[in-house]
């Protein structure tokens, strides 16, 4: 594969152990992907760096504006990006499918779905930096994933159980980079057939127009079964072949010229016709 960049959308409770799976991921992604190159873009260190010490809910939303920027950054240089965030909201996600979107690369949501019994656990074995009614009450305002097709995870990891998190991740890469290529394909194919309707309706108009315009002038009325004939079996033999305008014209004017045969005194209806 070429070096297609995405987003990857960490969601989940604090202490499920998502800042683990980022750093995992971009571990792995680096060292098995020639020339791949990830950034994990955590609000926690933004919030470090604008205000050291106790949380402050009034610099929120300079953190989330410096966090999208960040993120934005990065993916406009093509780099896979890795939100390490709670994105518990489903607004939170979607502003980071908008952004997604805007560059134009695809975006993956990854739920940690550690349980809550265990994340409050894990949380008091690092020195409980969270308190654990935060995380009781993220837990109970926690965006489920019910609600927008768009806002369905790609794949849901319990730390909890997972064996081998290496294994997983090497999978989930794997699983990503075949979600691109058919999705991918899937673009192309879209794109072709879009030309080819376009076309197909150009082919329709063009021959309409041209008959219509040679039996306003046609002697003998006998021949408009023929002529309406002739029309569909040139339609049906060049349709999804893609031409010019004045190519249609020359092509559909020559054809029905050569199948039908002018006679004495209906020179006339040819006089529009454009060689």
């Avoid at 050569?258 to 529009?272: A, H, I, R, V």
């Amino acid at each position: 594969m070429s070096k297609p960049n995405y987003l990857i959308i960490l969601c989940g409770l604090p202490a499920s152990g998502k800042s683990t799976f980022a750093y995992r991921f971009k571990s792995i992604l680096e060292m098995t992907r020639e020339n791949a190159q990830a950034i994990i873009v955590d609000p926690d260190r933004i919030r470090k760096e604008l205000y050291p010490g106790f949380f402050n809910y009034k610099k929120e939303s300079l953190v989330r504006r410096k966090n999208l920027t960040q993120i934005q950054k990065a993916l406009k240089k093509g780099i896979v990006v890795i939100s390490d965030d709670l994105n518990y909201y489903t607004s939170m996600r979607h502003d980071l499918k908008n952004v997604a979107e805007k560059f134009e690369v695809p975006f993956y949501i990854i739920h940690i779905s550690t349980p809550l019994e265990q994340c409050v656990i894990w949380n008091k074995q690092r020195g409980k930096p969270i308190p654990s009614e935060v995380i009781h009450k993220i837990d109970e305002k926690f965006d489920f994933f019910n609600t927008y097709a768009w806002d369905k995870p790609f794949n849901t990891f319990n730390l909890l159980e997972i064996k081998d998190l290496e294994e997983s991740i090497k999978l989930l890469i794997k699983q990503i980079e075949q979600d691109i290529k058919l999705n991918t394909e899937k673009a192309i194919m879209h794109k072709s057939q879009k030309i080819k309707n376009r076309f197909n309706e150009k082919l329709d108009q063009i021959t309409r127009k041209i008959v219509n315009s040679f039996l306003k002038d046609l002697n003998d009325n006998s021949l408009i079964p023929k002529i309406l004939m002739l029309r569909k079996e040139f339609i049906k033999e060049n349709l999804d072949k893609v031409m010019s305008t004045s190519e249609i014209n020359k092509n559909f004017t020559y054809f029905l010229k050569t199948q039908l045969k002018e006679e004495k005194g209906n020179s006339s209806p040819w006089k529009n016709f454009k060689k």
